[in-house]
């Protein structure tokens, strides 16, 4: 709900933030301006959203002009329950469009879209292919798949050209193999960084310097001084994005993983797609069986714990932003509240991100998480592993 409102406001040049944002959703989830039995009246919205969002007097024309231009009441309508036939979802015809037309495609909103399906869900009866309304394959209608819509519901299929902002597909995903020999000792050199080295447990290394003193004292008798081994006691909770764009990662995720397990003793990790919700899971042959309610996780570890994030962070903003966002199931709250929650409950945090640094810019999600992770995110590079590390050793 008013994610593409959020978007005009941007469009107009207003500085407003993903964090004001969400302050305006728990306003209006607080009934702030009327009860919860009565629909608040468009000027109490007006002056809510603009107290929340514009922080200097300068912008109350843009936001003005932005606000008329776009408000209106929405409602989310769709049922995510229904079973789409898989024979209208075979793919026969591919259609390949031209740049010009492409251009010409207006795409949906969020609300339009979750509407519209609704009703095309109460009205096909049969299978469609190449055409641009019914759910179908090819063409450019803004639900199926094989085809081309700027912005649309992919249900079923492969991804093709990732300008879908909700994917209605069960998938299944394979874990990173941690025992992967990697090709350069580079990424476990740029983890060492992060290290605090103590003596824990029983006394099983000769402590060599100590047995030397302990006998000299001893007048040459000899008496031999034993010592817990020496091991990185920095204590780390990974937690990784799998399926979806990172299947184009996994080699180098999985060098990342080797490493890592190879690095620190104390480590606990979890999968999520795209944006972390509230559950996550440890076994992606049966994460729906196997669920971690992430408030588990949250009070499970200590602030003392290391948190590092690996994911391309390339997905729909909606997956972010907007609740029943999720490519998966409809999502109670925005992804953005639980990355929130992450990264307030352990203050040593960082992103690595597989994407090339140079793509960063023209990715709008990107944008978003790097936001929300306070800039906090580094390339899966030798140098962006250090610079990390060195983040999370301070």
């Not at 999985?254 to 899971?281: P, Q, R």
């Not at 690595?352 to 995110?377: H, T």
Request: net charge neutral.
């Amino acid at each position: 709900m008013l994610i593409d409102f959020f978007y005009t406001l941007r469009a107009a040049k207003l500085p407003v933030s993903v964090r004001e944002y969400l302050t305006l959703l728990e306003a209006l989830q607080a009934n702030v301006v009327g009860p919860a039995s009565e629909a608040c009246s468009m000027d109490d919205f007006y002056h809510l959203a603009r107290t929340v969002l514009v922080k200097d007097e300068k912008h109350f024309d843009k936001f003005d002009k932005a606000f008329g231009a776009y408000f209106k009441g929405v409602e989310m309508l769709t049922d995510f329950t229904k079973e789409v036939p898989l024979d209208w979802l075979d793919k026969i015809l591919q259609k390949e469009l031209t740049p010009e037309q492409k251009a010409a495609i207006e795409k949906m909103g969020w609300d339009e879209l979750m509407e519209t399906l609704k009703k095309r869900l109460e009205e096909q009866k049969e299978r469609h292919e190449g055409g641009n309304k019914w759910i179908g394959t090819g063409g450019t209608s803004p639900f199926g798949n094989g085809g081309y819509n700027p912005q649309g519901i992919r249900i079923g299929g492969k991804g093709g050209n990732k300008s879908a902002v909700k994917v209605w597909d069960q998938r299944a995903y394979k874990d990173y193999d941690d025992s992967q020999e990697l090709g350069t000792r580079n990424i476990k050199v740029a983890l060492r960084r992060l290290r605090r080295f103590a003596r824990e447990g029983s006394h099983d290394e000769l402590d060599l310097d100590g047995t030397i003193r302990k006998t000299a004292a001893n007048a040459g008798y000899l008496d031999i001084l034993m010592r817990p081994e020496r091991h990185n006691n920095v204590k780390v909770l990974l937690l990784m994005d799998v399926g979806g764009t990172m299947d184009e990662h996994i080699a180098r995720v999985e060098e990342m993983f080797s490493a890592v397990k190879a690095e620190f003793k104390h480590l606990d990790f979890y999968y999520f797609h795209n944006c972390v919700y509230d559950f996550m899971w440890k076994n992606n042959k049966r994460r729906y069986a196997e669920k971690f309610p992430t408030w588990d996780i949250l009070r499970k570890y200590n602030k003392d714990y290391k948190l590092i994030f690996i994911g391309d962070a390339t997905m729909s903003p909606y997956e972010i932003l907007q609740p029943g966002g999720s490519v998966e199931y409809n999502n109670e709250e925005a992804g953005a509240e639980w990355l929130q929650r992450l990264t307030h409950t352990f203050p040593k945090y960082a992103w690595i991100n597989p994407e090339p640094q140079g793509v960063w810019q023209y990715r709008q999600s990107i944008a978003i998480v790097q936001q929300l992770m306070s800039q906090r995110m580094f390339p899966l590079t030798l140098k962006g592993l250090e610079d990390a590390m060195r983040l999370l050793s301070k």
